[in-house]
Structure formats: structure tokens, C-alpha cells
């Protein structure tokens, strides 16, 4: 089992920046760990992801912006956020896979956060 506990989010004004934090405990070695996020009224969608070895991937939309990072002595993934959007406005799903597949699928993901609210106002 595999324990996510998302934090950092809040209101930002566009332009501007934030990091959210994804604290692992439990089983860690997931090969892939990612962001999603949410917004009202719309799918899950997928933001990033960085694999174990620490290959990372990300949607067209946020790339430039966005970096994912990982500490595994801390069991933290990260998510830096800069030149916020109000598109950017979501609740922000940590996730971890248990074994390998498609990164950008929800499917693939079997331990998830309780998510972080972003709100970028313009």
C-alpha cells in the first residue's frame, strides 16, 4: 500500500507561481508517479509525470511552465508551477502506479492523493 498526501496549494494571481508537494509513505518504489487535475465540470486530465528513473513527461499544455521533480530520500515528488494561467485553476491529483503502463491514463494508477485546490485568478 501506498499513502499520497498532496500539499501547497492555494490562490495565485496569473503569472505567477507554485509548488506542490506529494509526500509518499508506505510502499514507495512506484515506477511512476504523476499529477492530474481537475477542474469543475470537466474530466480528470493528465499534467506530468516522472518515472523512476526519473524521465519525466508532460502535456502540451503546461510544458515550458511546469517541472516535476523527485527527492527519494524524502519520498517527495514535486511540482513547480510557474506563469500560472486561470485555465491552470484545478484540484491537483497526486498519483502512483503500481507497475509500469500508459502514463498519461488514469487507469494506470492504482494509489491516489486527496488532491490540492490551485486557483489562479486573472
Known amino acids: 500500500q501506498v499513502q499520497l498526501v498532496e500539499s501547497g496549494g492555494g490562490l495565485v494571481q496569473a503569472g505567477g507561481s507554485l509548488r506542490l508537494s506529494c509526500a509518499a509513505s508506505g510502499r514507495t518504489s512506484s515506477p511512476l508517479v504523476s499529477w492530474f487535475r481537475q477542474a469543475p465540470g470537466k474530466e480528470r486530465e493528465f499534467v506530468t509525470t516522472?518515472?523512476?528513473?526519473?524521465?519525466?513527461y508532460y502535456a502540451d499544455s503546461v510544458k515550458g511552465r511546469f517541472t516535476i521533480s523527485r527527492d527519494n530520500a524524502k519520498n517527495t515528488v514535486y511540482l513547480q508551477m510557474n506563469s500560472l494561467k486561470p485555465e491552470d485553476s484545478a484540484v491537483y491529483y497526486c498519483?502512483?502506479?503500481?507497475?509500469?503502463?500508459?502514463?498519461?491514463?488514469?487507469?494506470?494508477?492504482?494509489?491516489w492523493g486527496q488532491g490540492t485546490q490551485v486557483t489562479v485568478s486573472s
Open positions: 516522472i518515472t523512476w528513473t526519473g524521465t519525466t
Open positions: 498519483a502512483a502506479s503500481r507497475s509500469g503502463g500508459t502514463y498519461y491514463s488514469t487507469g494506470t494508477y492504482g494509489y
